[in-house]
T-cell receptor, first 110, second 117 residues
Framework: GIQVEQSPPDLILQEGANSTLRCNFS?????LQWFHQNPWGQLINLFY???GTKQNGRLSATTVATERYSLLYISSSQTTDSGVYFC????????????FGKGTKLTVNP | SAVISQKPSRDICQRGTSLTIQCQVD?????MFWYRQQPGQSLTLIAT?????????ESGFVIDKFPISRPNLTFSTLTVSNMSPEDSSIYLC??????????????FGPGTRLTVT
């Protein structure tokens, strides 16, 4: 099956710093989503981005489908950005089932 | 988008017992998905539940351990049977909903945090 690898596994930042999270996937996908899991366990949709670039406030994402990777950019980080960021893909030929990477645990210190 | 609620939000159970988790969606959906997230780990799909048919289980998950019901297009239950401490996890329900992206995205419920002692 498809492999989804995220890096780095852990990231510690000072408030105000910028960061880039990466997601590599091993096969073509219909769908790619980025989620933020807050400390209470809730998964929050950040981006639906099978290709191209999107921006939402301090967050932006880029997916290069031909090269099978996606990047999530966080600018001017805040303590509320802490949590785990997951990349999840729906492989082509699949049935809307998402395959998750192992996540990047982000800690933003004040 | 889709608004999903789950009950209970958390529970502590004795080994050997069973717990049924409920998932309610605010709109009719064809497929509902159940995921498990073990402590410190990523999410793993347990099964896909379609209304009117038996759930489809992923490799490593069996109906006897995780029976699922899907009585209508807005509701599903997952039962964790004969629990052991290894079943301690967050269990999440998800559905597809039309998002702000202009495409169908998956949305997740708040999860049920289960601890088995």
């Amino acid at each position: 099956g498809i492999q989804v690898e995220q890096s780095p596994p852990d990231l510690i930042l000072q408030e105000g710093a910028n960061s880039t999270l990466r997601c590599n996937f091993s096969d073509s996908v219909n769908n790619l989503q980025w989620f933020h899991q807050n400390p209470w366990g809730q998964l929050i949709n950040l981006f639906y981005i099978p290709s191209g670039t999107k921006q939402n406030g301090r967050l932006s994402a880029t997916t290069v489908a031909t090269e099978r990777y996606s990047l999530l950019y966080i600018s001017s980080s805040q303590t509320t950005d802490s949590g785990v960021y997951f990349c999840a893909v729906d492989p082509q030929g699949g049935s809307e089932k998402l395959v998750f990477g192992k996540g990047t645990k982000l800690t933003v210190n004040p | 988008s889709a608004v999903i609620s789950q009950k209970p939000s958390r529970d502590i159970c004795q080994r050997g017992t069973s717990l049924t988790i409920q998932c309610q969606v605010d709109s009719q959906v064809t497929m509902m998905f159940w995921y498990r997230q073990q402590p410190g780990q990523s999410l793993t799909l347990i099964a896909t539940a379609n209304q009117g048919s038996e759930a489809t289980y992923e490799s490593g998950f069996v109906i006897d351990k995780f029976p699922i019901s899907r009585p209508n297009l807005t509701f599903s239950t997952l039962t964790v049977s004969n629990m052991s401490p290894e079943d301690s996890s967050i269990y999440l329900c998800s559905v597809e909903g039309f998002g702000a992206s202009g495409a169908y995205e998956q949305y997740f419920g708040p999860g049920t945090r289960l601890t088995v002692t």
